[in-house]
């Protein structure tokens, strides 16, 4: 690029008109180094040193025109967090020059003019060993190899507890907002196909899109201010000799764990991931990591297998949590032992000063990630959502016999909820439910709960509002009553739907299989074709498959019932 010989698409290559050479006031030494190899380009040259409050602090003063006068160009100090030093940054752009002093070619002479430049213009009230000694000591319990898991470990725990915590206020105004937007639509627009086009299909897929955005700005926000104080690069480091035995860098430490959240901006955030075969890895395995879409079928199914044992369901629900991580680690290991073979590079990462984070800029941060999200899961999950709206209420049909006796005889609560058991049996994807079942039923799933899992396939938290409609005729999950009698639902011979054997089988289906369309068309873009994206799908839904048709009948053989 310096060299004028390429350039972007759509543009001729030419040599810059000029460069603008950015050096970090803390680590001024090595900065320099690159300032000396840009200046033998013979370019016009302008030197920006931000971060110079932090340096004050640490007893640190540059003196800008001696820098100028050394360099032979311009020189700006400057804050990008405070604004100081912007209002004439331009002008000092405009004022930049083809610099007069440059160092030798070999990598001796640059680093040696380096420190010379640092020593004529620098001056400090603290000695540099002294800083350093700082960080280091703080370094040395954060990188350790006992204390800095475990120092990692408890920081991991706050944060999930805090976006758990934190979370639940604000998705549940959300849920209520939607839910009132669609009675306020159904209370002005006739019954018909599009009142229930726009509350059953538009509004419940926004919604659904919605809803998880408190969870995923919680975490960016809360990874903005680990990564301000500069603790998430140590984590990286602390990471890195857990993920490596899997041919996983360090580096995949943040997407794995923003995939927590969603593995949409997880999948995304692997493009910092510097090997190709690494990063193609990650991205085929993020969604391994439980999202939050996953949460309503794990309280389901841990509620229904431990029964008024609280402690062993959360048990269970942090058991799917390590689950998914495993089998993720291990689907890497496979990825990079057969269709990703390859050395891994050595991380190599510049662990940053610690520093007091910046709230504001954490704010920003979380905003603009969430807002990402949005854009690219938005329209596509609303475009699922409508489709399986449409197959959920398609075709129309007239209530049954027993429903009519009912209506006539008073009970209309009942009369609707057999009608709609009947009208989603019917539907398109009732239908579609009894078409597939000879395909889950050595899984032990009956046509009700093959019908949840194929709807599943658009977004993973539908099930339960499924599951709900089609044993209850209700999608009101938070009535006691529906989710008492889902529990309790029985097939069509009479035997209950949720056994424990199939319980457990479903738990590990929703672990691993892939459950999410969205999440299909971003690797596509971010793995660079649709061939990665089959593969992903391909190898966690028969994986999910295989291992909860090991589970189930290895329950049914042990005599569980």
């Not at 690159?34 to 003063?61: H, Q, T």
């Not at 041919?247 to 997407?255: E, K, Q, R």
């Not at 969604?287 to 029964?307: E, K």
């Amino acid at each position: 690029m310096l060299e004028g010989s390429v350039a972007p698409v759509g543009h001729d290559a030419a040599s810059p008109d000029c460069l603008v050479v950015v050096a970090d006031a803390t680590n001024l030494p090595r900065s320099l180094a690159l300032v000396g190899e840009a200046a033998r380009r013979r370019l016009p040259m302008c030197v920006v040193i931000n971060r110079v409050d932090v340096a004050r602090r640490r007893g640190l003063s540059l003196d800008a025109e001696a820098l100028s006068a050394e360099l032979g160009c311009s020189v700006q100090l400057v804050s990008a967090r405070t604004g100081e030093g912007f209002d004439t940054l331009v002008a000092t752009i405009d004022a930049a020059t083809i610099p007069t002093a440059a160092p030798g070619p070999s990598t001796d002479d640059i680093e040696r003019w380096a420190d010379e430049v640092f020593v004529a213009a620098a001056a400090g009230d603290e000695p540099a060993a002294a800083r350093v000694s700082k960080t280091d000591a703080a370094d040395r319990a954060l990188l350790n190899p006992i204390v800095g898991p475990l120092i990692f470990a408890a920081v991991m725990a706050g944060l999930f507890w805090a976006i758990f915590k934190l979370a639940t206020i604000p998705m549940d105004l959300i849920d209520g907002a939607f839910g009132w937007m669609a009675d306020a639509i159904a209370g002005v627009l006739p019954p018909g196909a599009i009142s229930d086009l726009l509350t059953g299909g538009v509004i419940s897929g926004v919604g659904a899109t919605v809803i998880f955005v408190p969870q995923i700005f919680i975490l960016f926000f809360l990874l903005a201010l680990l990564e301000d104080t500069g603790y998430l690069a140590r984590a990286a480091f602390v990471i890195d000799r857990w993920l490596r035995p899997f041919g996983l860098p360090g580096h995949a430490f943040v997407p794995l764990l923003s995939s927590h959240a969603c593995a949409l901006p997880g999948i995304i955030a692997c493009r910092a991931i510097p090997g190709r075969r690494e990063r193609l890895a990650a991205i085929l395995v993020a969604p391994f990591m439980s999202c939050t879409a996953r949460i309503p079928v794990y309280v389901l199914l841990t509620t229904l297998l431990f029964r008024d044992q609280p402690l062993l369901a959360g048990l269970a629900f942090m058991g799917c949590y390590v689950f998914g991580a495993v089998a993720g680690l291990l689907s890497a290991l496979v990825a990079r032992l057969t269709l990703l073979r390859g050395r891994s590079a050595p991380m190599a990462l510049e662990l940053p000063d610690y520093r007091r984070p910046s709230v504001v800029d954490a704010l920003r941060s979380a905003g603009a990630r969430s807002w990402m999200f949005l854009k690219k899961a938005g329209g596509v999950i609303l475009a699922i959502s409508i489709v399986l709206w449409w197959l959920s209420s398609y075709p129309k049909v007239a209530p049954p016999a027993e429903a009519e006796t009912l209506r006539a005889a008073g009970q209309v609560e009942q009369a609707d909820r057999i009608g709609a058991r009947y009208a989603a049996s019917e539907s398109y994807a009732g239908r579609l439910g009894r078409t597939a079942q000879p395909l889950f039923e050595p899984l032990g799933y009956d046509w009700q709960l093959t019908v949840g899992v194929i709807t599943s396939f658009a977004a993973r938290e539908v099930f339960v509002s499924t599951m709900a409609v089609v044993t209850q005729g209700s999608d009101d999950t938070e009535d006691d009553g529906v989710l008492a009698g889902l529990a309790s639902a029985e097939r069509t011979d009479g035997t209950p739907i949720f056994t424990t054997a199939v319980a457990w089988s479903l738990l590990v289906y929703y672990v691993l299989a892939m459950q999410c369309l969205p999440t299909l068309v971003v690797t596509a873009r971010e793995a660079g074709g649709v061939r990665w994206a089959l593969l992903q799908f391909a190898w966690m839904s028969g994986l999910a498959y295989v291992l909860a048709l090991v589970t189930y009948q290895a329950l049914r053989a042990m005599g569980v019932p």
